[in-house]
Structures are given as structure tokens and as C-alpha cells.
């Protein structure tokens, strides 16, 4: 069943030249690959997987997308009503296909944990949504976009996927439009766009600093309609448990009520996951406070391959930490670092405020290490240097961890009126989220966890290794390689949604035609059931006296250390040790508060916080699996003499998806990769310089 | 200490069957608690329909206590001029329409705006009151003050309006009324007559200082509820509610007064 | 800081609710409510109790999830805040506040402060939306929309759901969300092609669930997107434009 996927099963779509062959073992299979990195003392064993087959279309990339709709097989209008879809999230890619699929036919239903399926942490995103519409003459073309994307990821994406989203960006502008995502627009009546790091073009499409919101709001809407004509069942307040595969193929969803505590089985003939980012995981990140990894993890456990879940992109302007009960990093816009500047005292530990330290005691380390680029260098490099002084003890705040980023002198040059017009509502939010006033103290900033590049494996038909499993948007992986690119992962979740998932779904389906969905009373149903049912009971069978944020806030301070911002090998198995240490703890001393038979947010907790553990020891091996440095995966031991990533081509261009067995016990880790080829964007150092 | 405190439970599932005392179970099932989405029951009269009526017929209310005001100017000039205007409002139409055919219209249509007033405000009140959930609810000031005097001063302005009649007009309420006869009126003297009550003329002054409060907020709340939505015209709009407002109050008001002081006689 | 809290405490929507006083130690100004009553749970869960359940997710004051009455105020003494983003620091040290979930005859009350919001969604459901496929939209640019317009739109898309005008309503009307929506959605060329039917559908479920609007302006003063009061006149503009031109348009 593991491979299940493999085996050409009728619903394998005929689509294009696999460039692989499927299911080769790699050298070794099965075998511990004992690397020199993983001769260590504790390091995490690490089998050796298969070669996995992305399914990609041949022939040449930048006609791929067109060339896969081609072949991919249909199911006719009046058959479209005998199938069910499961739609798990409701976040721009989860709205986006539950609504779309709908429209074309299918019965669907979406499932979402919040009250309301507006509140998808889509709704959070800022800055703005690129598009390659390529509508001006700043010469901006679908290549270039590719381009862009691919060097952004530092070449650990698909090329072939790139090029599907720049392809299909024009139209999801077009239709957000259409249902009433107010743009922002030019006096001439034509879409406006801004301009985002990593990219010399304009081709971000925004909204004010509400672009997510509208987005979303908008997909809700497309997701309202159908709700309303009836096609699409909506389940609010129900998180995904578990996920039910029988035949090797997923067929539905374990969910619990949340008001009721229950458990129910929802079927389907197939199951889109689009349950976005567990950046989370850290505790404390610019993400908010119920996003989490269990609807991936679960479907990892039911065989799911994890895709790279070490990378994970940093943003270097947080709002830092202030006191233990601040609940999360609020993220403040990039744009901030055109004008303020970035110091710490050069004193470590000054306690002194801001203000009284005097010019000679400051040290404006981006623009002593980057004299060229200065405050403005590229996020990851200034994460990391903001990481390098606070470590070394120069971080300021109560807590020491943060650093300034002080508008005195800009203000004194171009006056505060002039401040207050370019960030106005940035420095009211700021005002609003920590009660200073950044007119007359330097804001704090830190480096905040913020978006997870890894996710759920998938093939180029967003098929994860389980067949008829489905991911979209942050919850799969695809597109962004080692790093996003601003204003790149609200488009990705919106080209899933819209565009992929409805002609990758069918294509699948249509090989299923006439299949019943499954009874509720089949053995692989009773069985999720019955160990969800069980999984639940044993937590709350602990009965200890920790409540599961102290787990999770250890797991976070362990995680920022390290598998944060910088990765070694030593801190990583450190930080595995750690983390088994605190799962161990977490299982004898685990405290669940609260009645069971109604809402009890201790034990949505508890469960998330459970997946978060297990989830953690996987981020850290593949992070020391991968021994190089790519975009914000920096291992220590892997940089230029510039502090850059120096990433290692021959031995890892290539993508790792992750099996694991064993977690009632010592988690076994078996790595199956995907060898990455480029033929439009040759390989090259990513050099921002 | 906090180990004390924490009393084990006899351990604790999942239940099999969830259920939620005071929750629909068919909704419950997609995760809600309340009322069911599903079909619209139209809820008639609508809202909006209500507060359409609520609006033109106040702006006909209002229309009448603005010439009325203008006509009870006519008191500063004397009895018999004001006797004379209150005989042509007997008279006007004629010969086009029988005597008092012109009052009779005016009293129809009125008396069936008052109704329909006070029938689609109180009527959207009581269903504002039905769904306002429980708690007291903090008094924010919004010029939420005047708002929401509305119910206050429209239940005075009625009664005021019933009393009035009854003074001026059929004469119960005024001990020394004279009717009008074919030829003449005496609304000059049964005005002083009932003014000169110091009593009766409190009651026409605190009348009018409800008449004033309600429509600062009815003339204001008038263009919402026929759909202003240009900010200048809005903001025009305002400053005429409040003007003519307290011009028809004061103007009003100033009568009984003059008729206390003695200024008028 | 220290602060004693009235926090309302209700089992099932079929309960009647009480409330519980408790004393929070070692708070920081600079905390929001929310996260003293993180702490709050945190002391009660230690001591063996039942944490209170409220809603929140994004923390930053954009997904509507947060809502609650601070001394009976929606969302707490700041005006056209979040709970999430309301500061401790309005308080003064030791003083009593009062915390309860937000009141309205549409939103019943879940458990402790956690109530029902359905209803705002029922109204989105029955037309806040444009009937649109996806792949058949018309190229953007070509809608010319001005500046203006576009950002006037915007004033009224920024609505978050988070129900707070309701709460605030003396009447328990949810107009000036309801306006946001129209005058959001008649602003724009493609879905001003169903503003008729869409002011007919959505008054209709919403004369259901709320309150008629008496134009008390409250609604204006808490609401957390800052959605201007004119976007009640929305409401029977739309509507009453429906009515005199009988068409769906
Ligand atoms: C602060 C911030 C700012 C950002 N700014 C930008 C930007 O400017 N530009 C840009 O392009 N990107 C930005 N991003 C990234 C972008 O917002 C996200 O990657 C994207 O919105 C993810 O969308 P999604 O649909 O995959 O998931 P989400 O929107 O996160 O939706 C997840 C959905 O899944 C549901 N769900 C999850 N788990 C379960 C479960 N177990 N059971 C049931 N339901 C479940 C949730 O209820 C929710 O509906 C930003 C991210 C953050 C955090
Ligand atoms: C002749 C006297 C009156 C005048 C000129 C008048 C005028 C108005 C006007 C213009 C409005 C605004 C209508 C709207 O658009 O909602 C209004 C509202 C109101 N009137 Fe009157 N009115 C009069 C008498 C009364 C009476 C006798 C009552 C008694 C019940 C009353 C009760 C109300 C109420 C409660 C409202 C508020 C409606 C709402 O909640 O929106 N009015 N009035
Ligand atoms: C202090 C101010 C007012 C004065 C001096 C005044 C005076 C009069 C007089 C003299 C008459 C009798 C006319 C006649 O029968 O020939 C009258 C009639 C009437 N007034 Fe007033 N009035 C005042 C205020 C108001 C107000 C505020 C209202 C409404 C809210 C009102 C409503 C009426 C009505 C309905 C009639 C009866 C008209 C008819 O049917 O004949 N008046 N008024
Ligand atoms: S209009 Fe304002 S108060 Fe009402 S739901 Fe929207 S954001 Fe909240
Ligand atoms: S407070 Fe209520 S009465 Fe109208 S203006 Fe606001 S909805
Ligand atoms: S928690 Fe999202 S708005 Fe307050």
C-alpha cells in the first residue's frame, strides 16, 4: 500500500512521458545510508527510498501545463453529480476548489474548522499576489516569471510547475476580479502593481495592505455560492482526525465536531487537503494561532510522503516577543527596511532604552557587513545576521531578543509628516500590536517563522503518494523550492484552487466512474474511526498536569535553536534529542482541562500539539539529512566566504519526501527523492548582489 | 498545592454521540448551533419596506408641522388675520370643492400618515427589541442619544397631537371653546384662551421640545433610509435637519410663550 | 499589573450563565486582553478548572474571529479595535473589568464567550457573492474602474465579519455589515450585474436573523474596519433600487 500509488492503477492518467521511471529503487534501498554527516553520535538514521516519479509532462516546459490539460481524461456533465470530492480547508486553494469543482458538477464537501469559512489564514497575507500578466513594458514575460520563481527557490523546485503558475496567474487576476476583489487601480482605470523583493519587474497585484483579505473574502463568496445552490455541503467547526484509505486509494476523512467532541467518518471518492502552513510549529510565528499541521501529519501517517519540511522561510521583520504571554510574532512589512535603519548596541547586554545610547555605542551591522545592500539585503541574509547579534547577546527588549530598527534619522531628513505618509498605517499597527509609538522609540523586530516551502509531496497533478489524496496551496509543497518569493504563495494557493485541482481531480475521477463511495460500516472506515477514537481517549487517559502549551512553547524554543533561521549538524541532533524528550514527557504528563462533550479548545490543542512533536523529529532529520545550504535551508557548515548558501547541485538537486514508521516507538525515516532537472532556468548561484 | 486542587476525574472519552442541550441536531451536524440558513422565510412587512413608510410618511409630518408653523406665524399679526387664515383653511377650494373639502383631504391623508407612522416605527422597534439579544448593552454616543429618545418623544408627540385637537380644533379639552361658525373663526381667542392656562401652555412647550429632538433625528435619519449615500448631499442634508428642526420647535414654542408673558393677548 | 476579571461562564447555549470572578497577577500593559485571558486559562487550568473557551485565530485584528464585551463594550474601550488588538494598558492596575460574549438576539451563545456567528454567514451565503465561473472572467484591465472607485470599494470590502456592529446595535441589526457588502459589490462593474437580486436575497435573510436599523450609530464606533456609517444608506439604496427598476441588475 505504501506504493500503492505506483502501480499503474486504471486511474493513472496515461498524461505525457514519465521522465523516470516509476518506482525505480534507488541505489541501496532500504539500506541505512550511512553518509559522513550520519556517522555522528545520535544522528537520525535515514533509509533509502525510492525514486519517485512526479508525473510531470514531457516534451518542452513552457508548454507543459497545456500539454498535461490535453491529456488529461474527462468526466462527462451528467456524470460529474455521481462523484463527491472532499475539500478539506477553506483558504484560497481550499475555497477555490470546493467552489470550482461545484460549479463544474461534483457534490462536494468542505470541511473547516473555523465558524465561518472567511477565517482561513489566507485572510492574513498583506503585501500583494504576483501575476506574469506581463501587461507593461518593463518586459516582464512568463519566463521571466519562471525565472524569478525557480532562482528564488534556489533551485530546488519544479521548473515544469513554475511555469503552470506563471501560465495561469493572468487568469486568476482576472476572475478575483471578477468577483469582486477591489484592486487597487491607476487614475486611468487600469490594475496597479507594486514591485516585491527577489524581482526587478512590477507584477504584484495588491489591495491596500489587505490583499489576503480580499482574496479571501472573495473566495468565501465563490464558496457561498455554492453552498447556497446546495452543491457544496459545508462543515464548519469540524477539524480533520484521520484520514481513510482502503483499495490503497483515500476515500474520506475522519473529522471531529467541535462543539459535540464526536467523531465522523465524511466519503468521498476523493480528497483534496488544502489545510495550508504548520509554520506554528515554532510556537510562536506570524501565522495564526489554529493553523497546524495535523490535517498533513495524519495523511503522512497514512502514507503521504513529506516534502523537504525543513524549509521554512523566516521573516526578518517580526514583531519580536516582549513578555511570556505575547501569543505570536506579528508580521510588519518589508517595506519598512527602505528607510529605518537596523542596529544593537555594541555593548552586549545594554540594558539602557534606545534613545540614551549614543551614536558611537550603535552598531548598524547590516550596513557594516553588506555595505552595498545594507538594511535592504534579501530577507534570509538579514534573518541571519539579526540571529548572528542576538546570539552573541546584542539583542535588546526585555526579552533580548530583537533588534532595533530605528526611523530617527529618517525622520529628521525627510520629516515626520513624510514618514507618516509612507508607513502611516504600518506604524499605527505597530502602535496597535505593542503600545509604543515608533515616531519616538526604534521598533523592534526579529526574525518570526512564517512559511512553510515543505508540505505534502505531491506529483505535477497535485496527487500526493496515496492515490486520490489531493494537495493544494501551503499545505502541499510544490512551486517554491527552498524559498518563496514574495507575493508568490497567495498565487500559488489561488492557480491550485481555481485552475489545478479541477483538472487534475476529474482526470483521476474518471477512472473511477460507477464506484460507489464506500459505507460508513467498511473495515477501513471502522478502522480510522476506532483509532482516532482511541488516540484521543489515551490523551486524555494521561492525566497529568501539563497543559499543551508548555509543550509546545519548549518545542518552539527548540526548534527557533536548532532548526530556526541557521541549521548545524550538532544543534540538529541536539534538537532531536530534545524533542523526543519532550514527546516522552508529553505522554506521561500530558493535562487535557476541560469537559469533553462540548467545545473544548484543550484538546484541539492537545491532539495539534501531538502532531507538532512528531512532526519536529522529521524537520530536524531532514534538515540534517540535506547536507548543504539552499535558500533558508543554511546549514552552518555550507556557506560562501559571504555568508551565503552554498548549495551542493551534484548531490542534491533533488527533492526528499519522507516515509516514517514506527512512532509508538523509535520513528524509522525513509527518504525517497525526486531528482530535479532544469532546462529553461539553467542552474546557477543565486547571487542577489 | 496545585496538586490538591486538581481532583481526577474518573477518565475521561470522546463521545460516541455528541449532542448540545439547547442546539438544533440537523445543524449541529455541519457544525452550527441557532437558526438553520436553508429557504428565506420573507419576514413581511420587510424591514426595509417599514422604514421606506416610516420615512415618507415623516417626511409628510414633517411637511404639515413646517406649514402649520408658517400659519401659526399669522398669530404675531393679530386676531383677526389669524382668524382669517384659519377661516380660508375652511374655505380654500371653494368653489372647486364643497366647504371644508380641502381640510377633509388634508385630515385624511395626514390622520393616515400619523397611523401608518406610528404603526411601522413602533413596529420596527419592537422587532429591534426582539433581536437585541440579552445583557445591557454600554451606551456608546454615536448621537445615539437622540436616537434613541425617538420612541419617547414620538409617544408625547402623539398624545400631544390628540390633546391638541381636542383643545383647538373640537374644543373638549378648552372650557371657554367657540366654535367656528359659516362665516367666522375663533381660533384666535380659544388659542389665547388655552395659552393663557399656564398649564396647558407647559404642555405645548414640552411638546415642542419633544417635536424638536424628534425630528433632529427623523429629518436626519430620512436620508438613509431613502438611500443618500453622497457624502454632500448627506452632510447638506444634516444641517438642514437640525435647522428646520429647531426653527419649527422655536417658532412653535415661542407662542405659548408669548401668550405667558403676555406679549401676545 | 494585576486586573480582577467578570468573565461570564456558560456550559451549553441552554444554560443561563453566570458570572465568575477572578483575580489576574503579573500582567504586562502592553498584553492584550486576549492574551490576559490566555493567562487567565492558564491559572485555571493549573488549578484543575475549566479553561474559558473564546474565539480568536489571527491575533492581528484582520480574520474576525476575536469578539467579546469589555465592560459591555464590543471588542473593549478602544473605539474601531479588535479584542486582539485592545491593550491592557486602558486599564488601570487593579481595576475590575467585565468580560462577556458579545449580545445579540442572532447569536446564541456556544460556551462562556464563544457565541454563533452563523447568521452574518447565512446572509453572504444567500447573495454576497458574483456568479462568475472561474476561467470565464473578462481581462481586468479592461474594466476601467477608476482610482477613486476602486479605493472607495475597498473602504467597504474591508469589513472583517467580525459581527461587531450587531453586538453594539441597540436593535441587534447587522446593516452596516450588510451595506459594506452591497456598497462593496455595486462599486464594481461585474458584480453590479446582479446588485438587484443581490439586495433582494440578502435583505430578505437578514430581516430573518436581525434587527431593523434605527440609524443609532453605534455599530460605526466599535467597528474594527473602520466601515464609515453611510454604508447603512447602502442598505435601502440597493434595495429600493430593486424595487423601482423590478429587475435583477
Ligand atoms: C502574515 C502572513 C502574511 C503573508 N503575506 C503574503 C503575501 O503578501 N503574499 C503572498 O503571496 N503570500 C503571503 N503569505 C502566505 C500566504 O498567505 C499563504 O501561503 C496562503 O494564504 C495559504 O493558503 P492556503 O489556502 O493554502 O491555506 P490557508 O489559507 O491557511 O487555509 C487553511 C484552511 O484549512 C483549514 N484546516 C487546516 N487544518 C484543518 C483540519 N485539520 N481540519 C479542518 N480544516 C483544516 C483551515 O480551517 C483553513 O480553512 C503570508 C502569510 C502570512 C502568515
Ligand atoms: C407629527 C408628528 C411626527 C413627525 C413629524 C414625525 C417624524 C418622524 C420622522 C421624519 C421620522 C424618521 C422616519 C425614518 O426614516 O425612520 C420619524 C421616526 C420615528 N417616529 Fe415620528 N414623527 C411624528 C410623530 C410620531 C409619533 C406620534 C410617533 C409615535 C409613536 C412617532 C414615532 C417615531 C419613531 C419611533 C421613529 C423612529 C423610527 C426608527 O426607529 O427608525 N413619530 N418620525
Ligand atoms: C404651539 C404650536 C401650535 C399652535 C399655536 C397650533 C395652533 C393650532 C390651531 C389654532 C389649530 C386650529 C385650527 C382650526 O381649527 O381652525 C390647530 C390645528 C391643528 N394642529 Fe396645531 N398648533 C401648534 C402645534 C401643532 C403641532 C406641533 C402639531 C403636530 C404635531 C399640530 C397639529 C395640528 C392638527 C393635526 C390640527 C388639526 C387640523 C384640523 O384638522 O383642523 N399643531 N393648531
Ligand atoms: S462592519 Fe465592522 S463591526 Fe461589522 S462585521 Fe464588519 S468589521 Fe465587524
Ligand atoms: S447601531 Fe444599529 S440601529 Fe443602525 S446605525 Fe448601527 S445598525
Ligand atoms: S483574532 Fe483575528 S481579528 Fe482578532
Not at chain 1, 371 to 396: E, M, Q, W, Y
Not at chain 1, 519 to 541: H, I, K, M, N, Q
Not at chain 3, 62 to 71: F, S
Amino acid at each position: 500500500m505504501k506504493f500503492g500509488w505506483k502501480k499503474k492503477t486504471p486511474a493513472a492518467s496515461p498524461t505525457g512521458q514519465a521522465r523516470h521511471s516509476a518506482g525505480t529503487p534507488a541505489n541501496g534501498v532500504g539500506k541505512e545510508r550511512l553518509s559522513r554527516a550520519s556517522r555522528r553520535k545520535g544522528a537520525p538514521k535515514v533509509r533509502q527510498g525510492m525514486l519517485l516519479d512526479s508525473r510531470e509532462p514531457g516534451g518542452p516546459a513552457d508548454e507543459a501545463w497545456s500539454r498535461a490539460k490535453k491529456d488529461y481524461r474527462l468526466v462527462g456533465t451528467s456524470n460529474r453529480r455521481k462523484f463527491t470530492i472532499i475539500v478539506v480547508g477553506t483558504g484560497l486553494a481550499g475555497a477555490g476548489s470546493a467552489a470550482t469543482l461545484a460549479d463544474l458538477g461534483y457534490n462536494v464537501i468542505s470541511v473547516t474548522y473555523h465558524d465561518a469559512p472567511r477565517r482561513a489564514h489566507s485572510v492574513a497575507a498583506q503585501g500583494g499576489i504576483n501575476a506574469a500578466r506581463a501587461k507593461k513594458v518593463d518586459n516582464d514575460s512568463v519566463s521571466r516569471f519562471v525565472k524569478d520563481t525557480v532562482k528564488g527557490g534556489d533551485f530546488r523546485g519544479r521548473e515544469r510547475e513554475a511555469f503552470r503558475l506563471a501560465e495561469v496567474s493572468a487568469g486568476v487576476i482576472d476572475h478575483l476580479n471578477a468577483i469582486g476583489v477591489p484592486f487597487a487601480r491607476e487614475y486611468g482605470g487600469s490594475l496597479n502593481t507594486r514591485s516585491f523583493g527577489g524581482v526587478q519587474v512590477s507584477r504584484t497585484y495588491y489591495t491596500r495592505g489587505q490583499t489576503g483579505q480580499q482574496l479571501q473574502v472573495a473566495a468565501a463568496s465563490d464558496l457561498a455560492r455554492q453552498v447556497n445552490a446546495g452543491r457544496v455541503k459545508q462543515y464548519v467547526r469540524h477539524e480533520m482526525v484521520d484520514l481513510v484509505v482502503e483499495d490503497g486509494r483515500a476515500q474520506g476523512v475522519i473529522v471531529r465536531n467541535l462543539l459535540t467532541g464526536e467523531l465522523k467518518p465524511l466519503l468521498g471518492h476523493a480528497v483534496v487537503l488544502a489545510t495550508g502552513g504548520y509554520g506554528n510549529i515554532y510556537y510562536r510565528s506570524t501565522l495564526a494561532k489554529n493553523s497546524n499541521a495535523s490535517a498533513a501529519w495524519r495523511a503522512h501517517r497514512r502514507g503521504a510522503h513529506m516534502a523537504m519540511p525543513s524549509f521554512i522561510q523566516f521573516h526578518p521583520t517580526a514583531l519580536p516577543i516582549s513578555t511570556e504571554w505575547q501569543s505570536k510574532t506579528i508580521l510588519m512589512s518589508e517595506s519598512l527596511r527602505n528607510d529605518g535603519r537596523i542596529w544593537v548596541p555594541k555593548e552586549p547586554g545594554d540594558s539602557r532604552p534606545a534613545n540614551d545610547i549614543p551614536e558611537g555605542e550603535r552598531d548598524y551591522y547590516l550596513e557594516r557587513k553588506y555595505p552595498a545592500f545594507g538594511n535592504l539585503t534579501p530577507r534570509d541574509v538579514a534573518s541571519r545576521a539579526a540571529k548572528d547579534v542576538i546570539d552573541a547577546g546584542h539583542g535588546v527588549g526585555p526579552l533580548k531578543n530583537s533588534v532595533y530598527l530605528d526611523f530617527r534619522d529618517a525622520i529628521a531628513r525627510l520629516g515626520r509628516d513624510e514618514i507618516a505618509a509612507r508607513y502611516g498605517n504600518l506604524f499605527h499597527m505597530y502602535d496597535d500590536a505593542t503600545g509604543e509609538d515608533p515616531y519616538t522609540v526604534p521598533m523592534r523586530i526579529a526574525p518570526g517563522a512564517h512559511f512553510t516551502m515543505g508540505g505534502l509531496w505531491t506529483d505535477y497533478q497535485l496527487m500526493t503518494s496515496i492515490p486520490g489524496l489531493f494537495a493544494a496551496g501551503e499545505a502541499g509543497f510544490g512551486y517554491h523550492g527552498a524559498n518563496r518569493l514574495g507575493a508568490n504563495s497567495l498565487l500559488s494557493a489561488c492557480v491550485d484552487g481555481w485552475f489545478t485541482i479541477p483538472n487534475t481531480v476529474p482526470d483521476y475521477l474518471a477512472g473511477h466512474l460507477g464506484k460507489p463511495v464506500i459505507s460508513e460500516d467498511s473495515p477501513a472506515v471502522t478502522e480510522a474511526l476506532e483509532s482516532s477514537y482511541s488516540r484521543f481517549d489515551r490523551l486524555l487517559g494521561i492525566e497529568g498536569q501539563t497543559p499543551p502549551r508548555d509543550y509546545h512553547r519548549r518545542l518552539g524554543e527548540v526548534l527557533y535553536k536548532g532548526c530556526g533561521v541557521t541549521r548545524s549538524a550538532e544543534g540538529l541532533i541536539a534538537a532531536i534529542a530534545k524533542i523526543r524528550q519532550i514527546r516522552s514527557e508529553f505522554y506521561e504528563d500530558l493535562l487535557i482541562a476541560g469537559p469533553v462533550d462540548r467545545v473544548n479548545q484543550e484538546l484541539e490543542y492537545a491532539g495539534r500539539v501531538e502532531d507538532y512533536l512528531q512532526l519536529a523529529e522529521m524537520l530536524c532529520v531532514d534538515a540534517y539529512d540535506r547536507d548543504e545550504s539552499c535558500g533558508a535551508h543554511f546549514r552552518v557548515e555550507h556557506q560562501t566566504s559571504g555568508g551565503e548558501a552554498k548549495r551542493d547541485d551534484e548531490s542534491w538537486a533533488k527533492i526528499s519526501a519522507w516515509e516514517s514508521r514506527g512512532w509508538s516507538d523509535e520513528p524509522v525515516f525513509t527518504r525517497h527523492t525526486e531528482p530535479l532537472e532544469y532546462e529553461a532556468v539553467p542552474l546557477e548561484v543565486r547571487d542577489y548582489r | 498545592m496545585a496538586q490538591e486542587t486538581v481532583k481526577k476525574p474518573p477518565v475521561r472519552t470522546l463521545p460516541r454521540e455528541g449532542r448540545v442541550t439547547g442546539a438544533d441536531d440537523i445543524l449541529l451536524e455541519r457544525g452550527r448551533i441557532g437558526k438553520a440558513g436553508g429557504r428565506i422565510e420573507r419576514v413581511r412587512p420587510s424591514n426595509w419596506s417599514l422604514k421606506v413608510t416610516a420615512a415618507m410618511t415623516g417626511v409628510l409630518l414633517a411637511l404639515f408641522v413646517t406649514i402649520h408653523m408658517v400659519g401659526n406665524l399669522k398669530v404675531y399679526s393679530g386676531p383677526e388675520s389669524f382668524n382669517a387664515y384659519a377661516h380660508w383653511l375652511r374655505v380654500v377650494g371653494d368653489p372647486l370643492l364643497p366647504e371644508m373639502g380641502l381640510l377633509w383631504i388634508v385630515r385624511i391623508v395626514m390622520g393616515t400618515a400619523l397611523i401608518l407612522h406610528i404603526w411601522s416605527t413602533l413596529l420596527v422597534r419592537y422587532r429591534g427589541f426582539k433581536l437585541r439579544g440579552g445583557g445591557s448593552k454600554a451606551r456608546l454616543h454615536g448621537g445615539s442619544f437622540i436616537s434613541r429618545l425617538m420612541l419617547t418623544t414620538g409617544l408625547i408627540l402623539m398624545v400631544f397631537v390628540v390633546f391638541h385637537i381636542l383643545d383647538l380644533t373640537t374644543g373638549q379639552a378648552n372650557s371657554d371653546f367657540q366654535a367656528p361658525t359659516a362665516t367666522d373663526s375663533f381660533a384666535y381667542e380659544n388659542l389665547i384662551n388655552s395659552f393663557s392656562n399656564p398649564l396647558f401652555a407647559s404642555i405645548y412647550m414640552v411638546s415642542m421640545v419633544a417635536l424638536a429632538f424628534h425630528l433632529v433625528h427623523g429629518l436626519w435619519v430620512l436620508a438613509t433610509d431613502l438611500g443618500v449615500t453622497a457624502l454632500r448631499t448627506r452632510t447638506v442634508w444634516k444641517a438642514v435637519a437640525h435647522l428646520v428642526a429647531l426653527v419649527v420647535a422655536l417658532v412653535n414654542l415661542s407662542i405659548p410663550a408669548a401668550v405667558l408673558m403676555g406679549v401676545v393677548s | 499589573m494585576k486586573l480582577t476579571v467578570k468573565v461570564w461562564r456558560q456550559g451549553t447555549p441552554a444554560d443561563d450563565g453566570r458570572f465568575e470572578t477572578r483575580t489576574v497577577n503579573d500582567l504586562e500593559p502592553s498584553l492584550s486582553v486576549l492574551e490576559m485571558l490566555d493567562k487567565m486559562n492558564d491559572d485555571i487550568v493549573k488549578e484543575g478548572g475549566d479553561p474559558v473557551t473564546f474565539e480568536s485565530d489571527c491575533r492581528e485584528g484582520i480574520c474576525g474571529a476575536c469578539g467579546i464585551l469589555v465592560n459591555r463594550r464590543p471588542h473593549g474601550p478602544t473605539p474601531l479595535t479588535p479584542a486582539c488588538h485592545q491593550r491592557l494598558s486602558s486599564f488601570n492596575d487593579g481595576e475590575t473589568v467585565t468580560i462577556e460574549p458579545f449580545r445579540s438576539g442572532a447569536y446564541p451563545v456556544v460556551k462562556d464567550l464563544m457565541v454563533e456567528r452563523s447568521a452574518l454567514v447565512d446572509v453572504m451565503d444567500a447573495g454576497g457573492h458574483v456568479q462568475v465561473a472561474a476561467g470565464t472572467a473578462p481581462d481586468a484591465d479592461t474594466d476601467r474602474i477608476t482610482y477613486d472607485t476602486a479605493e472607495l470599494a475597498l473602504d467597504f470590502a474591508a469589513c472583517i465579519g467580525c459581527g461587531a456592529c450587531v453586538a453594539a446595535c441597540p436593535n441587534g441589526s447587522a446593516n452596516l455589515y450588510l451595506g459594506a457588502k452591497l456598497a462593496h459589490l455595486s462599486m464594481l462593474p461585474i458584480p453590479a450585474s446582479e446588485r438587484g437580486m443581490r439586495a433582494d436575497v440578502m435583505l430578505a435573510e437578514a430581516d430573518e436573523r436581525f434587527g431593523p436599523c434605527s440609524l443609532h450609530g453605534e455599530c460605526a464606533l466599535v467597528c474594527p474596519a473602520n466601515i464609515p456609517l453611510v454604508a447603512i444608506s447602502y442598505v435601502n439604496k440597493e434595495r429600493m433600487r430593486c424595487a423601482l427598476r423590478g429587475k435583477n441588475d
